[in-house]
């Protein structure tokens, strides 16, 4: 099977080979699920507010600003419930919204004591990659994982694609996945779908969508591998 991959340049070299046991998409992201805690909560409490998933990144992000905990503090100690303005400033989605001082200080607490912090792109990537492997699990468990596959493209037309949409840098090649015991088509454009304003049922959705197969309007079609990966000739 001959697909193509993009990489960073110093893992290329033509012939090698590997295993994706040893090589996968999470050992380059890390672990989502030491974050479980945190995940489950801030999915639910995304419904139960009717608050986008960004609401949270944000608030974690101030708290741990140089006197964001003490900002906080002010905040819970009026008893009021919460207007999110204060914590989503020039954010008009959250212009009027309020929060339930119960529900504020419940977060404020868990983002303290599991020492959350969204400062890079990875932070963020491992929340979505949690997301879509919770809904896997839950329903498409025979399905392989994205965290334990090997990611290429059908094409070079989606590899520019990718290039141009995500800014990355590297090596094209071809790559000869005929020995992998899986290779799942699945839309990429369906992942990148998924809105930092979302709650988490609205992300399901989308999420359930990617793993059944479904279709974008406009798809990049990635294909999860799991097995023996040979890199190929550089085409780029």
């Known amino acids: 099977m001959k697909l193509f991959k993009l990489l960073n340049e110093k893992f290329y070299k033509e012939g090698a080979s590997f295993n994706t046991s040893d090589v996968n998409y999470s050992r380059s992201i890390g672990d989502p699920f030491e974050r479980e805690e945190f995940y489950d909560y801030l999915f639910d409490a995304t419904d139960r507010n009717d608050v986008g998933i960004d609401l949270y990144a944000v608030m974690a992000n101030f708290i741990n600003l140089p006197g964001g905990g003490a900002v906080c503090l002010d905040l819970l100690s009026s008893g009021s419930d919460i207007a999110l303005a204060s914590v989503m400033p020039g954010d008009s989605h959250y212009a009027n919204r309020i929060m339930k001082r119960e529900e504020f200080l419940e977060a404020c607490r868990l983002i303290e004591r599991l020492d959350i912090k969204f400062e890079t792109g990875s932070d963020a990537t491992r929340l979505w990659e949690y997301l879509f492997e919770k809904v896997r699990r839950e329903k498409f468990d025979n399905l392989p994982s994205r965290l ?49 304003n979302f709650t988490y049922s609205m992300a399901k ?26 890199l190929a000739e550089r085409i780029q």
């Open 205 to 230: 959705t989308v999420a359930e969508r990617y793993w059944s197969g479904g279709s974008s309007d406009d798809p990049v079609i990635e294909v999860l591998l799991q097995g023996e990966i040979i």
């Open 148 to 196: 334990m596959s090997y990611f290429a493209f059908k094409s070079e037309s989606d590899i520019a694609h990718y290039r141009k949409e995500h800014g990355m840098r590297g090596v094209s090649c071809v790559i000869d996945a005929s020995n992998c015991t899986q290779a799942v088509e699945l839309d990429m454009a369906l992942f990148d779908a998924v809105g930092n």
